[in-house]
């Protein structure tokens, strides 16, 4: 099988040199170090009851698209009325539909933190980042050396950003560092595209208990909610459980009050 995440990274290296011969990267890194506000992510999971990321993406690699007609326009707004913490946007064209207009255009009409998720792998896509207007990016363990993630997260915090760092194994804990805010267990293996939400619990024994946890990929029930936050987590990544729907602000609405009342759990 053609390990998906090592083809997104080959295309992304050269996605990256492309824009990098239109951009200037030493005005692009100068113009960053001006002071905006950022809305913290951490803080939003850690005080919310219940901690919903919810996710905005076209289509995968592995589904194909879920929603292409998708408009940036008119579902963030809505994930924020419906209740949801934070925001995470797909930023990846080529895989998933995204961009970073994208970021641009929901900056404009939400309070809530933005999280780029994209497949960085280069300082200059976190100054890409900041200048869109996200408040975290994700950096993903097995798409990167430790030292590399430790740079990359350098630069994050001294942009004012925070990190989200994805681990999907026990060997990527080692990626923990003082610059790290948030730990994201994928349970999806970006090798295969293999989803298992098992994968929170077995990793939630190792997890350091001085950062925050968030649980990534195939969470689809309230009750799994339940029992990731009683395992310990206080993020949940969500989004094609959503972005599937016809409504995915009204598909988290109705989410969000199925976790709020155990009694509503079983309605359909």
């Keep these: ?9 080959a295309h992304k290296r050269i996605e990256i040199e492309q824009q990098k011969a239109f951009i200037n990267k030493k005005k692009l890194a100068s113009s960053c170090h001006t002071t905006r506000p ?57 895989f998933f539909g995204g961009s970073l207009t994208d970021i641009q255009i929901a900056r404009s009409l939400i309070q809530l933190p933005i999280l780029r998720k994209d497949f960085i792998i280069d300082k200059f896509q976190i100054y890409q980042a900041h200048m869109a207007g996200a408040d975290a990016i994700l950096l993903i363990a097995a798409a990167l050396k430790r030292e590399q993630c430790k740079a990359l997260a350098a630069k994050a915090h001294e942009l004012g950003m925070e990190v989200l760092l994805e681990i999907h194994s026990e060997p990527e804990l080692d990626y923990i ?24 619990f077995r990793l939630a024994k190792k997890l350091p208990s001085d950062i925050l946890w968030v ?32 409504d995915a602000g009204e598909a988290l609405r109705d989410f969000v009050n199925r976790l709020s009342d155990p009694a509503l759990t079983n309605i359909n």
């Design 1 to 9: 099988m053609t390990d998906i995440l090592e083809k997104i990274i």
């Design 38 to 94: 950022h809305a913290s992510m951490r803080a939003s999971l850690a005080t919310s009851p219940l901690g919903i990321i919810a996710e905005f993406k076209r289509r995968s690699p592995s589904k194909g698209w879920i929603k292409e007609n998708a408009q940036i326009s008119d579902i963030p707004p809505a994930y924020q009325a419906a209740g949801a913490s934070a925001l995470s946007i797909l930023t990846d064209m080529e």
């Design 177 to 200: 560092d003082q610059h790290i805010d948030m730990v994201g267990v994928n349970n999806r293996n970006l090798g295969t595209f293999h989803t298992d939400v098992k994968n929170s």
């Design 215 to 246: 649980s990534e990929s195939g969470i689809s029930h309230p009750d799994i909610v339940r029992q990731l936050r009683e395992a310990g987590f206080r993020g949940f990544l969500i989004g094609e459980h959503f972005m599937k729907s016809t």
